[in-house]
């Protein structure tokens, strides 16, 4: 394997840390709800429905614009992804192991 030259390392480096920059900033500035779907993977409505029923607490996760636009604030969406991380089973079924373990299948039809 060819090494790298120093000088190419420290370019890279330096490029490295001005995406990092711009990934903490990114993370400071609130979003659209648009713009937070292409991040987060959730779909728009998915978005609104959490802020709607209360899921995404505002001013936590999401606040008002002085144009009556609801913003994401990603470092809150953060927070509450980190603190809601666990895997849901819903909408599983249960895998073939389980079925040989226990002998009965237990997920609800």
């Known amino acids: 394997m ?3 030259p120093d000088t190419e390392l420290e370019m890279i480096k330096a490029a490295l840390k001005r995406i990092e920059e711009q990934l903490k900033q990114t993370a400071r500035e ?3 709800i648009k713009k937070a ?3 987060t993977g959730y779909s728009e409505s998915a978005i609104r429905n959490k802020i709607n029923i209360g899921m ?4 936590v996760v999401w606040k008002w614009g002085p144009d009556a636009v609801q913003l994401i604030l990603m470092e809150g969406y953060s927070k509450w992804a980190r603190q809601h991380g666990k895997a849901s089973m819903r909408g599983r079924h249960s895998s073939a192991s389980t079925l040989c373990l226990t002998g ?3 997920s609800s039809r």
Do not use: V
């Not at 995404?56 to 001013?59: A, I, S």
């Open 37 to 39: 779907s292409e991040i």
């Open 30 to 32: 609130p979003c659209t």
């Open 2 to 4: 060819k090494a790298i």
């Open 104 to 106: 009965t299948n237990t």
């Open 56 to 59: 995404w607490p505002e001013d």
